[in-house]
């Protein structure tokens, strides 16, 4: 590792800033200039993330984190710093950030779409602040970035948006700025009740460990962040944004919040709520198990109901986010280490999901799937991917979302075993309103519509800028399929060196406390 690794981190982040100033001033020299130079501040990100996931393993690491860096702000004295480090927990997520991104800017390069440029300013804007989102090691820009992040989409669903954008827009705005305030406040709290002048996550965990808060503010506060995050990643019963905002929302808009920013919640539930407020976890585990099987059920048979396809795709993200808060609930390693791989592999599937879904729906200009039909034989590549992204969602062994979920499955075993049971009928719908839409789409007799489309225009395969976007996402999900240690590795040591707060003697006096022994008490050290 060279000393010159550090500033790799930042260039992460400001490269897709940066190439959207460019084109917002040097948009006279034409759409190849701007397309050229978007391309790079999406293509920078990713391989900068795959890089230092390379170099991970041979770093040096400062309470657990590689990279680090800081930056002068002018913020020091509220004790507000720019630190930017990875862990092995926020590592996947910053290196699902520039997978995920570069595959939805190269679809938004070649997508057809009015004011082409300020729409790439709005999506690398959007990309930047992913990127710093899963950096930051400081509370207040970890906040600060997903703001960054979450504003150009509503203005992306609103302006490129398709039917119905501007009510969905809305109401995505209603319930996502609800939940920011709440975790927001929370956070606050958080800040004021540690009576240290520092939002560093390290600084906290440090803190906290030696000087933990009572059991009752631990509860509320982790309250606040439980349903501020839980809103903004559409836990059961604030789901309903989702579906129709990821409906409405252009295809590369679509791909970046369901596939990385909605993970925000999770993320920052795993990195900051459960070592800083652990007694709150405890407590509030038990109704995180029933809103999850919500989710999981509840949103599986509604998804199963659907006959829109984008709906049904954002049902279906909504549901399995899910088995990613049971994982969480069970407070062990390997239960919210498989809700890390989950989070990762859903976020490159779902991502799929999306764009091999405006596929089919620019060529059959419907996405009602009882109107398609027969689609296999025009476009068998299409159906191929598509085919293979629905395996990949239901949990196929091959696949990465299979381990994610098996890894879940045996926690769930070892806390609530009864729980089990409702959470593996998800695995079941899954499957249902998968194999479904594939059998609607791609087989049978096409429908009058589609024939009736056919005149107009003869149905195609997928073009090679289709293609390109789809087959990384889905190399992604092989590899970390066939090889999860790429991964796992990583959450392994993300999980067990972060500094915990809570002693074995603590966890005896809560009520409604997970057991103990066995993988909670791997998971939560002793201070």
Known sequence: MTVLDPHFIQLAIVAPLMTAFFIFIGQRLGDTFCKFTALAGFLIPAAIALYLAYLFDGAARMEGYAFTTDLATGLEKFGITLKLGLNGISLPMFVLAGLVGLAAGLYALTAEADRKAS???????????????????????????????????????????????????????????????????????????????????????????????????????????????????????????????????????????????????????????????????????????????????????????????????????????????????????????????????????????????????????????????????????????????????????????????????????????????????????????GLRAVSRIFFGCSSKELISVEKVQPITDMTLAEKTPAFLLLLALFVVGVFPKFITDFVDEGLTTAHYTISKQEMETVEHSAPVEGALSDFFTNP
């Open 119 to 433: 729409y790439w300013i709005l999506l690398l804007i959007m990309q930047g602040g992913l990127m710093g989102t899963f950096a930051s090691m400081d509370i207040f820009f970890f906040y600060f970035f997903h703001e960054l992040a979450l504003i150009p989409t509503f203005i992306m669903i609103g302006v490129w948006g398709g039917a119905g954008r501007r009510s969905a827009a809305m109401e995505m705005t209603i319930y996502l700025t609800l939940g920011a305030m709440l975790s927001l406040i929370g956070i606050i709290g958080l800040y004021m009740q540690s009576d240290i002048a520092s939002l560093s996550m390290v600084t906290l965990r440090a803190f906290l460990a030696n000087t933990p808060l009572s059991e009752l503010v631990q509860n509320n506060l982790f309250a606040l962040l439980l349903f501020g995050f839980g809103i903004l990643v559409s836990l059961f019963p604030f789901h309903t944004w989702a579906p129709r905002g990821y409906a409405a929302a252009p295809t590369s808009t679509a791909m970046l919040h369901a596939g990385v920013l909605k993970k925000f919640g999770l993320y920052g539930l795993i990195q900051l709520g459960a070592p800083i407020l652990p007694l709150g976890a405890i407590a509030w585990s038990p109704w995180i198990l029933w809103l999850a099987l919500g989710n999981i059920v509840i949103i599986g048979f509604v998804t199963i109901a659907q006959r829109d396809l984008k709906q049904m795709v954002g049902y279906s993200s909504v549901m399995h986010m899910g088995y990613c808060f049971l994982g969480i609930a069970c407070l062990s390693t390997i239960g919210i280490g498989g809700a890390l791989l989950l989070m990762f592999a859903h976020g490159l599937s779902v991502a799929l999901l999306f764009l091999l879904s405006t596929c089919i729906q620019h060529r059959t200009s419907t996405c009602d799937m009882m109107e398609m039909g027969g689609l296999c034989a025009k476009a068998p590549i299409l159906s191929v991917f598509f085919v293979a992204a629905v395996m990949a969602n239901v949990g196929l062994p091959g696949f990465a979302n299979f381990w994610g979920e098996l890894s879940v499955f045996v926690a769930l075993w070892d806390w609530k075993p009864w729980a089990l049971f409702p959470a593996a009928l998800g695995v079941v719908i899954s499957a249902i309103y």
